[in-house]
């Protein structure tokens, strides 16, 4: 297996990782966490797991990154995790999580964007494809097919367009911070600047902070199984693989672990068009690991 193969299989684990957010944010959600507490945990225990990691595995002397390193880790922090988380949880409880994850999931369009202009990618008819087919594939999944978007408020809409612009700008971003650099610390910084902008904003706009017990071992959980582990591994893909606006593709396996976890644990209920979905961010996946003969 090539180099940017292995970073296709990394991306596409960190997505499989990312399916099991629902899981920690529902039993924090069950032990009273508020939103703004869930945030909070996983960006903060995620930088002290991530500071104790690299102590260990780099050294102190190793624990420092350049400038423009450290720069694009405060950008990738309060963009792609603080305002998005923010913005995420905000449009779900305006127009709900149906069609919250829809309008996240158009973030492969602004990745290809952003590629274009910054790395000088080529849009390709497998490429242009396999992203239709993702977009498409994520919508039906999360909806079953259910459009009804007659009761959306426009403020909802836009958190929801604005929470996808920020996901896309994590691989970008994460690319820049990357080179030249350790996805260890890439990680590890990220998180800092990002608890460091949610207890800022805490100063400026009313915020609930709740722990217990319970709260703090799921949050800790939450922060070391889908938060930590799973940047490490997507950062460390993201810098392996040359054409960007393939990387929120593979990630989008995260609608089809999270779906089939509802059906698993929670009983929920898959529709016939929401297996359409599955099998369509499948095989845009697939597409983005086969070389077409022209």
Do not use: H
Request: aromatic share 14%; hydrophobic share 55%; with cysteine.
């Amino acid at each position: 297996m090539n180099n940017e193969r292995r970073g296709y299989l990394f991306v596409f684990i960190a997505g499989f990782l990312w399916g099991t957010i629902g899981l920690f944010v529902k039993q924090l959600g069950l032990a009273g966490a508020t939103a703004d507490t869930i945030a909070l945990l996983r960006v903060g225990f995620s930088f002290l797991i991530m500071f104790f990691i690299c102590i260990i595995k780099l050294g102190p002397e190793k624990m420092f990154l350049s400038r423009r390193n450290i720069f694009a880790c405060a950008l990738l922090g309060i963009i792609t995790q603080a305002i998005y988380n923010l913005c995420y949880s905000r449009a779900i409880e305006i127009i709900g999580v149906s069609f919250g994850s829809v309008l996240l999931y158009v973030s492969p369009v602004f990745t290809l964007l952003f590629s274009m202009l910054l790395f000088s990618e080529k849009l390709t008819l497998e490429k242009g494809l396999a992203i239709l087919m993702n977009i498409l594939g994520c919508v039906l999944t999360v909806t079953n097919g259910n459009l009804d978007v007659s009761s959306l408020a426009f403020g909802g809409i836009f958190l929801g367009l604005a929470a996808g612009f920020c996901y896309s700008l994590a691989a970008i971003i994460g690319r820049i911070a990357t080179e030249g650099g350790n996805p260890l610390l890439t990680a590890m910084y990220s998180f800092f600047f990002a608890s460091i902008f949610i207890l800022l904003r805490s100063l400026f706009v009313t915020s609930e902070f709740i722990f217990s017990g319970p709260i703090l071992v799921w949050g800790f959980i939450y922060a070391l199984i889908a938060t930590s582990l799973t940047y490490i591994v997507y950062y460390r893909g993201v810098e392996m693989i040359k054409e960007t606006s393939r990387v929120p593709v593979i990630a989008s396996v995260e609608v089809v672990v999270a779906s089939l976890i509802g059906v698993a644990l929670y009983k929920e209920r898959i529709g016939a068009v929401s297996l359409v979905g599955i099998l369509l961010v499948i095989s845009s996946i697939a597409m983005l690991n086969f070389k077409f003969k022209r």
